[in-house]
């Protein structure tokens, strides 16, 4: 009796231990497959996602696909249609606005000024009491455009059949311009006060011719001052200076 019962106590334990053993094979096998103790819900979520829109782009791939690439900055903003559009506006309206100013306010603009001669000026010739046996030649400018003196005066006295020397070393370092109201000058060396200018003759008329751009052209109407009543006495040493911006330089030589 006491063998039997030992017997008896014996298979149950003995069939528990081989289920326990079967159950850890199997616990092992489903480790081993990668399906056993993972979290369904979670694993499921992830692989799904990945493998729908693992390729950027392709079927819905939110911010990827119709976001910031696409339809974003990129294509339609401010590369492709914004900026290149308004540089285009914006050169267009300076190039009109900087040819209009230019023509209408420039006085240095070709088309707003003249050469001086006699229809736009006003010439006087006076002798001065110094330096002795000098004239002064002053051209006033009374149009509505600068106009610009050429060089020297062609100054003719009398009848005589040739202009006065021009004295070289009175040229200046640029054209004399004048601007509507402004005077230009030259000087004129009438005699010699010592005598060395040789005979000279007493000449009441005088006619005062400007030059254009190029040396010895004509600009135009020339103009006849008039000198006192009793007339300038000139000798052969009679000469004359560029124009000048001031009288004190025209009186110099």
């Known amino acids: 009796m006491r063998t039997f019962r030992t017997a008896r106590s014996t298979r149950p334990a003995r069939l528990l231990a081989a289920t326990g053993v079967a159950l850890a094979a199997l616990a092992l096998t489903a480790c081993d497959s990668g399906t056993g103790t993972r979290d369904e819900g979670a694993g499921s979520g992830s ?24 339809t974003g900055s990129t294509t339609t903003g401010s590369t492709t249609t914004g900026s290149t559009t ?41 002798p001065v009491a110094r330096p002795i046996n000098h004239l002064l030649i002053t051209v006033k400018n009374t149009g509505s455009k600068y106009c610009d003196l050429y060089y020297n005066p062609t100054v003719r006295f009398g009848e005589a059949q040739s202009a006065p020397r021009v004295i070289e ?44 751009r190029k040396s010895g052209s004509d600009a135009g109407a020339p103009a006849s001052p008039a000198l006192p009543a009793n007339g300038v006495y000139v000798d052969n040493s009679v000469a004359v200076t560029y124009w000048q911006s001031t009288a004190a330089d025209a009186l110099v030589y």
């Open 86 to 126: 308004d540089q285009a506006s914006s050169k267009t309206g300076t190039g009109t606005g900087t040819s209009g100013s230019t023509a209408s306010s420039d006085p240095w603009d070709p088309a707003n000024r003249v050469t001086c001669n006699g229809s736009n000026t006003t010439v006087t010739a006076k």
């Open 169 to 212: 070393e009175s040229q200046p370092q640029a054209v004399v311009t004048l601007a509507p109201g402004e005077s230009g000058y030259a000087g004129v060396l009438l005699s010699m006060a010592d005598g060395s200018g040789g005979e000279g003759t007493t000449e009441k008329k005088v006619v005062v011719r400007f030059q254009g």
């Open 47 to 70: 692989a799904s996602t990945s493998q729908t829109t693992g390729t950027p782009g392709t079927t819905t791939g939110g911010s990827t696909s119709t976001g910031s690439t696409s």
